[in-house]
């Protein structure tokens, strides 16, 4: 596939069909997400890739502790922030919905919970940054990130970045014996979509390049 038509196609999905996807297909886009620039090519990201059972058995853990804690997905900002941003924000929550409604469910449960289970994805990349790291290396994260949903795409996988599961970090090191000076940056599903769910039809906006580009000659 073409990068433009990559970067032009790809789009979060939050239905997966639960067919296993093969670790050969896993390594070739890892390898190629690995492509991506850090500074001084320091390529500090970890990855821990859970998968098939394992996969299940994390969702399981992270639905139990949800429904004990209510941690739910958020701008999880410490200041109020701008109206644009927020309006963006629920013009997403908006849109999507009628279209989880359709498919018989509550959206804000759909959404955490369904977060939480990798929306059924088979494979998911947890994105891990040493604490030894200042803040700024999470530019590299975010970086490898963009890569890993990129490469997804061009090796015919469907993808959703996952940050809620950070607010259960300390159940996920717990569970999979991950270091505590290890923290989670962000979570990746990675399978199939599956074509038939409504939630799938969810197509974000952009905003336009004049509300946040200043040009200066
Ligand atoms: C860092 C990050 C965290 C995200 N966390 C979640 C999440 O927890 N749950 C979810 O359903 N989508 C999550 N998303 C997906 C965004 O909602 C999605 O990227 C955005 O709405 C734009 O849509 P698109 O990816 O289809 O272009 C996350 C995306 C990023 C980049």
Known sequence: MD????????????????????????NAVLSDAANAPSAINMQPWELHMVIG?????????????????????GPGAAHTLPDRFMQRARECAELM???????????????????????????VALLFLDESFPPERMTDIGSFLAYLVLAATGHGLD????G?????EDEVKEHLNIPE????????????????AAVNEFRSSRADLREF???IE
């Open 3 to 26: 990068l433009l038509d990559a970067i032009r196609t790809r789009r979060s999905v939050r239905a997966f069909r639960d067919e296993l996807i093969s670790r050969d297909v896993l």
């Open 53 to 73: 059972e394992e996969r299940k058995r994390l969702s399981r853990l992270l639905i139990r502790s949800f429904r004990e804690r209510k941690l739910t997905c």
């Open 97 to 123: 919905t009628p279209l989880i409604e359709r498919m018989g469910a509550d959206f804000m449960t759909y959404i955490n919970e369904g977060s939480l289970n990798f929306y059924g994805a088979p494979a």
């Open 159 to 162: 993808s959703c970045p996952i």
């Open 164 to 168: 809620l599961v950070k607010s259960y």
């Open 181 to 196: 000076s290890k923290n989670l940056v962000v979570t990746v599903a990675l399978g199939q979509a599956e074509l038939g």
């Open 213 to 215: 580009v200043r040009w």
